[in-house]
């Protein structure tokens, strides 16, 4: 009997196996096919054929889709590594590498499809010999023939030509329907404030590096390399001519940035060189656009792909360069299942496929430049920025001193406010980082002391400035409500905002600098499709004169008027329960120091904090990497977290906390023989710091060991004997937020 293992698309599940009747063809591994699970009818896709024999009844393939694998083996079998490194269902896994619109039955062409004639078509006489055609039908015929190479599916739409008639006129066999790649709108975003060059004369040090990465690449084999170069050193530029390299091999690039917004200048840049044989993925795009350039990309179309995180599952088949940059980036981690790592995937892609990976960043994670120095990744490194430019000087502006002068609610310290207001004369441009969105972080009585907590998190609500008075929301469920004028417990008319966000710094700097161009970049201002590109154009045109952000504005961008780059609360992130926010309140702050001064004139940064003699405060704005790291390292060590060991996260979520904890109990109850043998610690179960989320009370406890393997299989093993736990609980290996 032949027999496959099919991944459906349902959260948990692993692999199902099927047998294909007579009538069937052997679907291919890679390839969709429709089968039966309970009740419903699922698109799911071919993972393997069986090789041992499967107990009990098997319910039958009941229609093969694909006759040609729409995903590459190698894509098949990095998937199946997801699912199981990862703990994630197979079908999870499968669903992140598939092209938008794959669980239809068939691959939907609707949107940028172009319709033309074929040869039967575009005889007059097999024609008229077609029986039955409709006289809609006839005048699509019509329109088709007054143009050889077709039109578009929605330019015929236009015409009064629905796609249901050109879909039967293709059944027929008249008219041919391919897909037309639709670089047109993902390229036309780009963020640019000049055209990119050709190509560039690299500087004796990117020589040095280009030439040290472009030996492993040509070996063929896979390796990994840290290409650790300060902010403005030019690595973009390495990546090119390493791709350019690949392509002169046959082989392509694969490029990740860790933002949607970064992109488009990158891709344009990529495109300097490949023409269209560059094609971009990420979610910002619209169905219909990824759908076209992923089958661009599988149909071997390009040379190049730039993407986000799920661009790692781009379907290439001839990869031979992996670039990650700001590879330390934690919008790599995918932050729902499959709970995967980007740059992680991208390794373990470029060992199956044997590339050369390279990880590019001025702040590498603590994990990938332990491993350079061990040996383990080759390392290239760039210590100064091209053409000589100076990394920006950095000013730390202890606030509390600033308090003290200027009373409690000052935002702008004034050496700041002095810095803004001279780049503003010399028509210079200015980032304003603030790392947390909204007007206030919370509202209280102060009469009473009641707070605005949200009623299905633990976390109180953040004010944001509405139409009409002020809104409070709840940044992790989305709750909100308008707030009211008194206080809903003892009717006091005295509330009060505390803390502060992105939009009350706006407002700040628009009664101070009133003539000023300002924008904002953050979460509640990009909301609207285009918006962040159309800011941050913008910006790079001249039009904005100061841009406020949150950490969106820090990465990876090259504005080559900024000379200023204020950063209004430097230790935001200091105050979270996280062993990583050290490295992270080092790696913002170094790479937003690093948007200044990037063009002709030099850079500064002013920093204000209200811990000056922090570490990571104190040598970002030294911007010494190697000696953060060991200070870093040597706490990672003291305090047994990684990269010393490996952790993985489990959170229990129940309708009530007894509820949750008993089960965690139960859970760590039974993990624990096998943990003394395995050699792994258990730690908890205790209240997750956000204990209550969307309603549902949250218990987590963490496995901490040396071998992630020995983690998994207990946790295997223990999800196997009671699966019906598995929709009450999270598995995050290798966390990165643990709130
Ligand atoms: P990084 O990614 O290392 O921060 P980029 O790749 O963005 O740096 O390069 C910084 C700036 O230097 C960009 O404006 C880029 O166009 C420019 N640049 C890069 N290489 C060269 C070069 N060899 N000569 C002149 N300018 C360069
Ligand atoms: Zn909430």
Same mark, same amino acid.
């Given at each position: ?5 099919v ?30 699970v ?11 054929y ?6 009990? !009844? ?19 079998a990095?998937?199946r ?6 703990l994630?269902?197979?079908?999870? #896994?499968? #669903?992140?590498a598939?092209?938008?619109g794959a669980?239809?039955?068939a691959?939907s062409?609707r949107?940028?499809?172009v319709?033309a ?8 006489s ?12 006839? !005048? ?9 190479s ?7 739409? !236009?015409?009064?030509i ?7 006129l ?10 037309? $790649? ?11 404030s ?7 004369v690299? @500087?004796?040090?990117?020589?040095? #590096?280009?030439?040290q ?7 063929g084999?896979?390796?990994?390399a840290l ?5 403005g050193s030019?690595?973009t ?6 791709? &350019? ?9 694969l ?11 990158? #891709? ?19 169905d219909? !656009?990824?759908h ?6 599988r ?29 330390h980036?934690?919008s ?13 995937v ?6 199956g496929?044997n590339a050369?990976?390279?990880l ?8 990938s430049?332990?491993?350079?120095l ?5 390392r ?5 920025r ?35 207001? &001279?780049?503003?004369?010399r028509r ?20 009473c ?9 633990t ?22 409500m ?8 003892? $009717? ?5 905002? $505390?803390?502060?966000g ?10 101070r600098?009133?003539d ?5 970049v953050?979460r509640d ?16 045109a001249?039009?904005l004169d100061?841009?406020?952000g @949150? ?8 504005f ?10 430097? &230790? ?11 490295e ?5 702050? @170094? ?5 200044a ?8 940064a002013?920093v204000? @904090? ?9 040598l ?17 060590r003291?305090?047994?977290?990684p ?28 993990l624990?023989?096998i943990?003394?043998?395995a ?25 901490k ?14 999800l ?14 290798d966390?990165?937020?643990?709130l």
């Open positions: 009997m032949r027999k496959v293992s991944a459906v698309p349902v959260p948990f599940l692993d692999l199902l196996t099927y047998s294909v009747p007579d009538g069937l063809p052997l679907p291919p591994v890679g390839g969709r096919v429709r089968v039966p309970g009740p419903r009818v699922l698109t799911g896709c071919v993972v393997e069986p090789s041992e024999e499967i107990a009990g !009844e098997i319910r039958d393939v009941i229609e093969v889709v694909d006759h040609e694998p729409l995903l590459p083996p190698d894509i098949v990095l998937c590594w997801v699912a199981d490194y990862y994630a269902g197979a079908g999870d #896994a499968i #669903a992140a598939m092209p938008p669980r239809r039955k691959t062409f949107t940028k499809r319709a004639l074929t040869a039967l078509g575009s005889d007059p097999s024609r008229t010999g077609s029986p039955g055609l409709t006289p809609k039908q006839n !005048e699509a015929l019509e329109v088709l023939s007054g143009s050889a077709g039109l578009p599916i929605s330019e015929l739409r !236009e015409r009064g629905s796609s249901d008639v050109i879909g039967r293709a059944a027929r066999g008249l008219v041919t329907i391919r897909a037309e $790649a639709s670089e047109r709108d993902p390229f036309e975003r780009a963020v640019m000049d055209p990119p060059p050709s190509i560039r690299l @500087t004796t040090e990117q020589s040095q #590096a280009f030439e990465l472009a030996a492993l690449a040509d070996a084999d896979f390796r990994v290409l650790h170069g300060v902010t030019g690595k530029e390495i990546y090119r001519r390493l791709a &350019d390299r690949a392509r002169h091999a046959g082989r392509q690039t490029l990740l940035v860790p933002e949607i917004a970064l992109t488009p200048s990158v #891709a344009a840049l990529f495109r300097a060189t490949f023409g269209e044989r560059v094609a971009i993925q990420h979610s910002g795009l619209s219909g !656009e990824r076209d350039q992923w089958h661009r990309i149909r071997g179309d390009v040379d190049v792909v730039v993407g986000t995180r799920s661009a790692v599952f781009a379907p290439l088949t001839r990869v031979g360069v992996i670039v990650v940059d700001e590879e980036d934690t790599y981690k995918q932050e729902e299942a499959p709970r995967y790592h980007g740059r992680d991208a390794i373990v892609r470029g060992r496929e050369l990976v390279v590019g960043s001025a702040t590498p994670s603590m994990e430049y332990q491993h350079a061990s040996g383990k990744y080759a290239a490194t760039l210590e100064r091209v053409l000589d430019r100076p990394l920006a000087s950095v000013r730390l502006v202890n606030m509390r001193e600033e308090y003290a002068d200027q009373g409690p609610d000052a935002v702008i310290s004034r050496q700041l406010a002095v810095a803004v207001e &001279d780049r503003l004369q210079e441009q200015v980032l304003v980082l603030l790392n947390r969105r909204g007007y206030a972080t919370a509202v209280f009585c102060r009469q002391g009641d707070t605005f907590e949200c009623p299905n998190c976390i109180s609500l953040t004010v944001h400035t509405a139409r009409q008075g002020w809104q409070a929301r709840c940044h992790y469920c989305n709750y909100a308008t707030v009211p004028r008194q206080c809903r417990k003892c $009717a006091a008319p005295y509330l009060e905002h $505390a803390g502060f992105t939009e009350k710094v706006e407002q700040h700097l628009r009664e600098f009133p000023a161009r300002i924008g904002r953050d201002s990009i909301r609207r499709k285009g918006a962040l590109t159309s800011i941050l154009s913008r910006f790079a001249g039009e100061v841009l406020v @949150t950490q969106m504005i820090a990465k990876g961008h090259d080559p008027r900024v000379t200023l780059v204020g950063v209004i609360s430097a &230790d935001v992130g200091l105050g979270v329960a996280d062993f990583r926010a050290g992270r309140t080092f790696q913002l702050l @170094t790479q937003v120091a690093g948007r001064g990037r063009g002709e004139r030099p850079g500064e002013v204000q @904090t209200l811990y000056p003699e922090h570490y990571s405060i104190q970002a704005c030294r911007q010494d990497y190697a000696s953060f790291f060991e200070r870093e390292l040597g706490y990672r003291g305090m047994r977290y990269p010393m060991v490996a952790l993985v996260n489990v959170v229990v979520r129940g309708r009530s906390f007894d509820e949750a904890m008993s089960m965690a109990t139960q859970l760590t109850q039974r624990k023989p943990s003394a043998t050699g792994f610690m258990i730690l908890g179960p205790a209240p997750a710091p956000l204990v209550r989320l969307r309603g549902e009370h949250r218990v987590q406890f963490f496995l060991g040396a071998r992630r393997a020995d983690m998994r299989n207990a946790l295997r093993a223990m196997a004997e009671t699966p019906e736990i598995r929709r009450k609980i999270t598995v995050d290996v966390p990165l937020n643990v």
